[in-house]
Nanobody
Framework: QVQLVESGGGLVQAGGSLRLSCEASGRTFSSYAMGWFRQAPGKERDFVAVISWDGGSTGYADSVKGRFTISRDNAQNTVYLQMNSLKPEDTAVYYC?????????????????WGQGTQVTVSS
């Protein structure tokens, strides 16, 4: 069982930056591929970024490529999402998710555990 807690969301102006964190409980964090997803009001939950268990492989949605960076610190049981050059269309609730002993995946159905989400609002 893994519990995930996101933090770092908030209100920022367009062009600004935020860094989201997701801290996981448990001793086997390094066994999980980790993903970030987001959901805007009235829309489906969309893939944002993913990182493999060892950090050696990452993937991004086209909409965030070059602006967002996912990373992890297995010693701290934490995965990060650095978001730069934010746009109003990045406004959403951001969720982190964990996939046990799996390859990196961009589809939410592959993930076993989810956090409660953190709100990111980008003003124009």
């Amino acid at each position: 069982q893994v519990q995930l807690v996101e933090s770092g969301g908030g209100l920022v102006q367009a062009g600004g930056s935020l860094r989201l964190s997701c801290e996981a409980s448990g001793r086997t964090f390094s066994s999980y591929a980790m993903g970030w997803f987001r959901q805007a009001p009235g829309k489906e939950r969309d893939f944002v970024a993913v990182i493999s268990w060892d950090g050696g492989s990452t993937g991004y949605a086209d909409s965030v490529k070059g602006r967002f960076t996912i990373s992890r610190d297995n010693a701290q049981n934490t995965v990060y999402l650095q978001m730069n050059s934010l746009k109003p269309e990045d406004t959403a609730v951001y969720y982190c998710a964990a996939r046990y002993r799996g390859a990196v995946r961009t589809t939410s159905g592959f993930y076993d555990y989810w956090g409660q989400g953190t709100q990111v609002t980008v003003s124009s």
